[in-house]
């Protein structure tokens, strides 16, 4: 299969499972939404220095005349995963969330390194290897939760704080 059809078909999963991810009804839009553009944000801080450093590079990819990075990975797939990730871990306590993290970030690894190994999607250089991206994605994974869990409780303090303000006036 050559790297351009394998491009395409990674590009149509991620738009087809981000409207069907984010759309689900029984979970808040908006905080699936923030998942992703968190993710998003936090991909980009990250890919920046290894991309500008040459440990990664993305020899086919999208616009490649204003991007070094894949913009299928960085802003479609790894930010899906991340909202698949909070999805799946909506209700659990944080011991067995922490646990899940390699559910999501080794299928994300070894897709990664296939594409390493058998396409010119994704080169290694450097020192560079599967492990670093296991580590990187578990972190991010992490990270993301973590700010999300944060955001909730300041939403709760905020709005708990504005009604009792409310009453007392």
Do not use: A
């Not at 922490?98 to 020192?127: A, C, Q, R």
């Not at 670093?132 to 991010?140: D, P």
């Amino acid at each position: 299969m050559k790297d351009r059809t394998i491009l395409n078909i990674l590009t149509l999963f991620g738009i087809f499972g981000s409207i069907f991810f984010l759309s689900r009804k029984k979970y808040k839009f908006k905080d699936w939404v923030l998942i992703y553009f968190i993710k998003t944000l936090v991909s980009t801080i990250f890919d920046g220095p290894v991309i500008k450093t040459r440990y990664v590079k993305y020899p086919h990819r999208y616009f490649h005349k204003f991007f070094d990075s894949n913009i299928v990975f960085l802003y479609v797939l790894f930010p899906l995963s991340c909202v698949i990730y909070n999805q799946f871990t909506y209700k659990m306590n944080p011991f067995k969330t922490i646990l899940s993290v390699p559910l999501f970030s080794g299928p994300m690894t070894i897709l990664e390194l296939w594409l390493e190994k058998n396409t010119d999607l994704v080169e290694y250089h450097k020192g560079w290897n599967s492990y670093i991206t296991f580590m990187v994605l578990s972190f991010t994974f992490l990270l993301v939760k973590g700010s999300m869990e944060g955001i909730i409780l300041l939403d709760k303090k905020f709005n708990n704080s504005s009604k009792t303000n409310e009453h007392v006036h």
